[in-house]
């Protein structure tokens, strides 16, 4: 891989990585959002509260920059390494849905995380190579 090309690469991975944190973020957002709902919202309040609910609002906002930042890093990247790493998106929503929504971790979901860790740094390895 050329030097130019490496930077590329690089610079895509990071802004990749960046997508997971907004992804993640924009996740618990909604998630939170959606106590504003009340018990049983209809279609249209649902749709409606999108754009009422500032918790829903900022979660959708951060899930579209988060979108443009991965059309920009598909340019440049390769889809082969970068959507992979995208996966840790999953890692970041345990990790934040226990501290914040005190949601519970247990060995089986602490080993799937791990299996998702290991297998994007398999295919990072791989696609150096």
């Known amino acids: 891989m050329q030097p130019a090309e490496h ?11 960046l997508c997971t944190l907004f992804n993640a973020a924009s996740q618990i957002f909604i998630k939170l959002g ?4 009340g018990q049983n ?18 979660g959708y906002a951060l899930l579209g920059l ?10 440049k990247g390769d889809l082969s390494l970068l959507y992979p790493v995208f996966t ?11 501290e914040i929504l ?14 998702i860790m290991a297998g994007v740094a398999v295919l990072g390895r791989a696609s150096r190579q």
Do not use: C, D
């Open 34 to 37: 959606t106590t504003a709902l």
């Open 66 to 75: 988060s979108t443009v930042l991965f059309v920009l890093a598909l340019r």
């Open 41 to 58: 919202p209809s279609m249209m309040q649902t749709a409606a509260g999108i754009f009422t609910v500032p918790m829903l609002f900022a």
């Open 88 to 98: 840790l998106t999953y890692v970041w929503v345990a990790i934040l849905s226990v």
């Open 7 to 17: 930077h590329h690469q690089t610079r895509a991975l990071l802004i990749v990585l």
């Open 102 to 115: 005190h949601e519970t971790m247990n060995h089986v979901k602490i080993a799937g995380l791990a299996i």
